[in-house]
C-alpha cells in the first residue's frame, strides 16, 4: 500500500507549531505586562491623590477654628477651575444635616460616598475606586473616614480623571505591542533558522536514498546526527539484504535453467539421432523446441521479476541501443537495413541493464526482421502529468499490421506471421517485463509505413 503524503510537511508542521506557541506566549505575556502596568500606574495615581487626602485630614485636624478655615487651600489650581476633573469633599457624618465642604470645581455638584458602596478600605484606610463625574468623566476617587474626636466624624474624599491613568497605558500598550512584533518576527526567523538547520539531516538522508534508490550510490554513506545514524545504518542494512535477496533469486534462477536445459538437450540430440526421421522425433523436436522456449520466457519472467524491485538498477539507454542497433545491422547486413537512433546520452531507465536489452533486443529483433531498409528509434515526450517516464519509439518501413491485428499479436504465443521462424513470445516478454517495470508496450502504424511499437518505461 502506498503513502499518502500528510497535508503538511515536518517542517511545516514544526514551525506552525512554533508560531503557535510564540503567539500565545507572547500574548500571555502582553496581558500581564498590560495589566500589572495598569496596577502599577493606579498606584502612582493614587498617591499622588492620597497626599491631598492627607493635607484636608491635617487641615480637619487643626485645634484653631481660624486654621480650619482654609480647608481646601492644596496649592492645585485645577481645584478651583469650574469642571476641571480635580475635585475634593469632605463631609460630615454626625451631625443632625450632613455638613458638606466641597472644591470650587466641583460648582455645587457633589461625588458618591465610598462610605456607602461595598467597597473596603485597604490597608491605608484609603477606599479606591472609578466614578462618573458631574460631566460624565471617569474619574479615580480615593476616600478615607476619620474621627477627631469632638469636632465629629467625617469622610475625606479627592478625586481626579482617571484619562491619564488610560493615556499612560495606551502609550505602554503600544510600546509592548511595538515591542512584541519586533520580538515576534525575530523568533519566527530564528524557528525557520532551526527548523532549516535541525532538518538538514534529514534532508540529506532522504538525498542519499534517492541516490542509492537512482543508482548513483550502492550505499546509504555519510556522517548523521546519534539519532538518525541507526537509521541511517538499518537502511543500509536494508539495502544489503535487498542485493543478498536478489544474488540467491539468480542463483536459483540460473540452476534451474541449467537444470531443465540439459535434460531438453539430450532429448533433442536423442530425437535427431539416426537422421531424425519419423514422426515420434519430429514431434519430440518441435516439443521440446516449444517446452525450451516456454522454460527460458518464464524463467526470464521470474528474474526480472525479482530484479525490478532491486534497488539501484540503472541503465544508460543511448549506449544500449548504440550496441543493439549495432549487432542487428550486421545480423542484416546482407539485406541492406540501416538501423539508427536519436536518443539524447542523459537519458537513463530505472532498471536492470539486462532487462533493458532483453526488451529493446526483441522489438529491434521484429523490426530488422521486417523491415525493407530503415528502422528507427527515437524518443517521444510523455504524456502530461508523467514526467518519469521514458517513452521509446521504434519504427521501421515493412508491411505493417492491419489496425485489428496490433493488439492481438501482443497476447503470449502469438505470430506475427506463421511462415517465419520464433515461438512467438518475444513481444509477450517485453510486454511482461515493461509491466513488472509499471511501462507498457503498444503498437501503432509507423510514419515510416510499417510498425511502430512505443515502449514506455520509467526514467531516472
Excluded at 470645581?105 to 458602596?117: E, H, N, R, Y
Excluded at 545480423?331 to 541493464?353: D, L, M, T
Aim: with cysteine; hydrophobic share 45%.
Amino acid at each position: 500500500m502506498p503513502f499518502r503524503s500528510h497535508r503538511y510537511s515536518l517542517g511545516a508542521r514544526l514551525f506552525l507549531s512554533a508560531a503557535i506557541c510564540c503567539a500565545l506566549v507572547l500574548l500571555l505575556a502582553g496581558f500581564g505586562l498590560t495589566t500589572f502596568y495598569r496596577r502599577s500606574a493606579e498606584r502612582g495615581f493614587d498617591e499622588r491623590l492620597s497626599v491631598y487626602v492627607k493635607e484636608l485630614i491635617a487641615d480637619l485636624a487643626a485645634p484653631p477654628e481660624t486654621e480650619r478655615q482654609a480647608i481646601g487651600d492644596l496649592g492645585e489650581p485645577r481645584f478651583d477651575l469650574p469642571l476641571s476633573g480635580w475635585y475634593w469633599q469632605i463631609i460630615r457624618l454626625d451631625g443632625e444635616r450632613p455638613t458638606i465642604r466641597a472644591s470650587r470645581s466641583l460648582v455645587g455638584g457633589q461625588l458618591p460616598k465610598l462610605l456607602d458602596q461595598p467597597i473596603a478600605p485597604n490597608a491605608r484606610g484609603l477606599r479606591e475606586s472609578y466614578i462618573s463625574g458631574p460631566d460624565d468623566r471617569s474619574l479615580r476617587i480615593l476616600e478615607r473616614e476619620i474621627d477627631v474626636g469632638e469636632d465629629g466624624r467625617f469622610t475625606v474624599a479627592v478625586a481626579a480623571p482617571s484619562d491619564e491613568i488610560d493615556a499612560d497605558i495606551r502609550d505602554f500598550r503600544l510600546a509592548l505591542t511595538m515591542t512584541f512584533v519586533l520580538l515576534g518576527l525575530a523568533l519566527v526567523a530564528s524557528t525557520i533558522a532551526q527548523v532549516r538547520f535541525g532538518l538538514r539531516p534529514l534532508v540529506r538522508l532522504g538525498a542519499a536514498v534517492g541516490m542509492v534508490r537512482t543508482g548513483e550510490k550502492p550505499r546509504i554513506i555519510g556522517q548523521y546526527p546519534p539519532d538518525l545514524a541507526p537509521l541511517a545504518g538499518e537502511l543500509n542494512q536494508l539495502i544489503d539484504a535487498n542485493h543478498e535477496i536478489l544474488d540467491r533469486a539468480r542463483t536459483q534462477v540460473g540452476n534451474l535453467a541449467h537444470a531443465l536445459k540439459t535434460p531438453l538437450s539430450v532429448m533433442l540430440n536423442e530425437a535427431e539421432a539416426d537422421g531424425g526421421e519419423g514422426q515420434l522425433p519430429q514431434t519430440v523436436k518441435s516439443q521440446a523446441a516449444i517446452m525450451r522456449d516456454q522454460v527460458q520466457y518464464y524463467l526470464d519472467r521470474a528474474r526480472a521479476a525479482a530484479l525490478s524491485g532491486a534497488l539501484g538498477g540503472v541503465t544508460e539507454v543511448a549506449p544500449a541501443l548504440d550496441a543493439l542497433i549495432r549487432t542487428f545491422t550486421k545480423i542484416s547486413q546482407g539485406r541492406g537495413i540501416a538501423g539508427s537512433h536519436s536518443v539524447p546520452a542523459r537519458v537513463r531507465f530505472r532498471g536492470e541493464k539486462q532487462d533493458f536489452e532483453e526488451m529493446l533486443g526483441n522489438l529491434l529483433d521484429n523490426a530488422f526482421k521486417w523491415a525493407k531498409a530503415t528502422v528507427e528509434v527515437s524518443l517521444a515526450a510523455p504524456e502530461e502529468g508523467k514526467p518519469g517516464q521514458i517513452v521509446l519509439l521504434i519504427d521501421d518501413d515493412g508491411p505493417g499490421l492491419p489496425e485489428e491485428a496490433l493488439a492481438d499479436v501482443l497476447k503470449r504465443g502469438r505470430r506475427l506471421d506463421e511462415a517465419t521462424p520464433g515461438s512467438g513470445l518475444g513481444l509477450a516478454i517485453v510486454v511482461d517485463l515493461a509491466k513488472l517495470y509499471g511501462g507498457e508496450l503498444s503498437l501503432q502504424r509507423s510514419p515510416l509505413g510499417g510498425l511502430r511499437a512505443c515502449l514506455v518505461l520509467p526514467s531516472v
